[in-house]
């Protein structure tokens, strides 16, 4: 089982095997507070809860799907991961590193696409993925960079200002910032939303080639026909709650079906978890 050492410095990250899962969360559960408006801050609605008593683990070396429609919980799980939002109840680990008590390493060993485009727009796209290394004290990281760079199809972008890229080229920047430090766990969300077809056929390649090489990947997607070729096992979320869990194939045979969209469709139409 790989796992990230934490030692940067020498500017080529180490790894070294453990029994810890890759991803773990155990009776998570989050509440957003009702909204606050005027002058004595009084509550305008119900407190929302987006998470139900969550309780997942995934082991290293998967490649794991998370589903579920808009308003599911999947972005809040994963902010809850990367520790931009505080689960209200239960523990969220990465690779044994509880994402509270012991932040700085569990983000070293985690990578994160996020949906939004984010991007600063001073700096070309070396510049970016450089400035990215150094938030984890990597030092001469040109040679992995320009392995990044090749395989998402940016090379002749190396000295883009990013204000010029298309959406479609800053998305394939933000896939390169979250592997510049090789962390041993990668979150994909939606990541080939809005991009074109030989972008998503060549970071499938590059991505599945991350994780046969040992890379840990958990990706959320609306493409199910992705899903279904990529995932060895599949979690649904449906209002917070994991209504479904199980090996694709065991999916697909136990609700029945062609494909996995429709299998999803009969879960999501379900009245008891499958």
Request: charge should be negative; aromatic fraction near 8%; glycine fraction near 10%.
């Amino acid at each position: 089982m790989l796992i990230y050492n934490g030692s940067l410095a020498r500017g080529e990250p180490d790894f070294y095997f453990v029994s810890m899962s890759a991803i773990k969360l155990e009776n998570v559960s989050k509440i957003f507070p009702p909204e606050k408006k005027g002058l004595f801050g009084r509550a305008t609605g119900p407190s929302f809860q987006a998470l139900k008593d969550i309780n997942l683990t995934i082991e290293h070396g998967e490649f794991f799907g998370l589903l579920g429609p808009n308003g599911a919980g999947k972005t809040t799980m994963i902010s809850i991961l990367a520790g931009l939002s505080q689960a209200t109840t239960g523990r969220a680990s990465i690779c044994g590193y509880d994402v509270i008590d012991d932040y700085k390493n569990s983000r070293r060993a985690l990578g994160v696409v996020p949906q939004e485009i984010v991007y600063d727009p001073f700096f070309t796209v070396r510049e970016t993925l450089r400035l990215q290394s150094g938030y984890f004290g990597l030092r001469h990281n040109d040679d992995w960079i320009d392995e990044i760079l090749h395989n998402l199809g940016l090379s002749d972008k190396n000295d883009t200002n990013m204000r010029a890229l298309s959406g479609g080229m800053k998305r394939r920047v933000l896939v390169a910032q979250a592997l510049v430090h090789r962390p041993p766990v990668i979150i994909l969300d939606e990541p080939t939303a809005g991009v074109d077809v030989d972008l998503r056929r060549s970071l499938w390649e590059f991505i599945s080639r991350l994780n046969r090489e040992g890379h840990t990947i958990l990706l959320t997607t609306h493409y199910l026909e992705e899903a279904e070729a990529l995932c060895g096992r599949i979690a649904m979320l449906k209002s917070g709650e994991i209504v479904a869990l199980d090996t694709t194939e065991a999916l697909l045979e136990r609700v029945g079906g062609d494909d996995l969209e429709e299998a999803f469709v009969r879960i999501m139409h379900a009245e008891k978890q499958l």
